[in-house]
């Protein structure tokens, strides 16, 4: 099974910029969709953007279009997400994922990935 680590969480102004990466170890990543989620205190896990294996595609949840962009080196074995005009309400612990399977496409629900990192905390305040 993959190992995912999360890393480039922090504190930043509203208005700011963060990068998250998430690297993998125990299996090459260039085959499998890759997601990110984020989970606020006491809400549910929510999708945030996922990407193609081929990199060729790529979905954001409504609230982060235009502002996030997700993307993946697969010679790093490394997927990012570039997060721009960041707003309170993107708090949150961030989780990177990737698909249960090889090639297989994903929908934006949590139930199609089966690795998960243990996330990386973003704080954004007003």
């Known amino acids: 099974q993959v190992q995912l680590v999360e890393s480039g969480g922090g504190l930043v102004q509203a208005g700011g910029s963060l990068r998250l990466s998430c690297a993998a170890s125990?299996?090459?990543?260039?085959?499998?969709?890759m997601g990110w989620f984020r989970q606020a205190p006491g809400a549910k896990r929510a999708f945030v953007a996922r990407?193609?294996?081929?990199?060729?595609?790529?979905y954001y949840a409504d609230s982060v279009k235009g502002r996030f962009t997700i993307s993946r080196d697969n010679a790093k074995n490394t997927v990012y997400l570039q997060m721009n005009s960041l707003k309170p309400e993107d708090t949150a612990v961030y989780f990177c994922?990737?698909?249960?399977?090889?090639?297989?496409?994903?929908?934006?629900?949590?139930?199609?990935?089966?690795?998960w990192g243990q996330g990386t905390q973003v704080t954004v305040s007003s």
């Open positions: 990407i193609s294996w081929s990199g060729g595609s790529t």
């Open positions: 994922a990737a698909a249960r399977r090889p090639w297989a496409p994903t929908t934006n629900g949590p139930q199609d990935f089966g690795s």
């Open positions: 125990g299996r090459t990543l260039s085959s499998y969709g």
